[in-house]
T-cell receptor, first 110, second 113 residues
Framework: NAGVTQTPKFRVLKTGQSMTLLCAQDMNHEYMYWYRQDPGMGLRLIHYSVGEGTTAKGEVPDGYNVSRLKKQNFLLGLESAAPSQTSVYFC?????????FGPGTRLLVL | SQQGEEDPQALSIQEGENATMNCSYKTSINNLQWYRQNSGRGLVHLILIRSNEREKHSGRLRVTLDTSKKSSSLLITASRAADTASYFCATDPPAGNNRKLIWGLGTSLAVNP
């Protein structure tokens, strides 16, 4: 059981570039989440999904899009990266109450 | 928006001492959870306490919940250097919230050898 995996681990982008972060889970969880973590701001929910084919906005969705075409995968896209999107991104999944986190993707936008 | 507020923001203790951190929240909950985050890593679930429970233990961890004061505390007994991490509380609001947890800002714990 790999749990929750995220790729890539680290990425540097230039302003205006686009990229996709991939989250995969092998626990057959229905719920998946994308968070960003910034110093002093804790975890902020970007988008989430309550099942395959569904997505919903979280607290800070602007500038991001997501897709959940397969139950095990949850993709986070940055359409046109901005320096304000420099952050550590965490994916999580859950079956019910407890969330299981991936190791994170560190993104630097120059 | 953040509901939980951890206190203190940072805590430094010696190995073998007990560490206590607190969490306050604003609305009603189904349960409250504590997570640990080692530097540069993802969060790991530690313990969950339901709204009808007052105290729960797991190894060296003891969690209390006071729903009348909307607060919880996490006690780590006989701390070790490996306990150095950030600790977050997260509340699970009543049904209809699509299992979205509401996170506090965390307490940074340093256990000195």
């Amino acid at each position: 059981n790999a749990g929750v995996t995220q790729t890539p681990k680290f990425r540097v982008l230039k302003t205006g570039q686009s990229m996709t972060l991939l989250c995969a889970q092998d626990m057959n969880h229905e719920y998946m989440y994308w968070y960003r973590q910034d110093p002093g701001m804790g975890l902020r929910l970007i988008h989430y999904s309550v099942g395959e084919g569904t997505t919903a906005k979280g607290e800070v969705p602007d500038g991001y899009n997501v897709s959940r075409l397969k139950k095990q995968n949850f993709l986070l896209g940055l359409e046109s990266a901005a320096p304000s999107q420099t952050s550590v991104y965490f994916c999580a999944s859950s079956a019910w109450e407890t969330q299981y986190f991936g190791p994170g993707t560190r993104l630097l936008v120059l | 928006s953040q509901q939980g507020e951890e206190d203190p923001q940072a805590l430094s203790i010696q190995e073998g001492e007990n560490a206590t951190m607190n969490c306050s929240y604003k609305t009603s909950i189904n349960n409250l959870q504590w997570y640990r985050q080692n530097s540069g890593r993802g969060l790991v679930h530690l313990i969950l306490i339901r709204s009808n429970e007052r105290e729960k233990h797991s190894g060296r961890l003891r969690v209390t919940l006071d729903t009348s004061k909307k607060s919880s505390s996490l006690l780590i007994t006989a701390s070790r250097a490996a306990d150095t991490a950030s600790y977050f509380c997260a509340t699970d609001p009543p049904a209809g919230n699509n299992r979205k947890l509401i996170w506090g800002l965390g307490t940074s714990l340093a256990v000195n050898p």
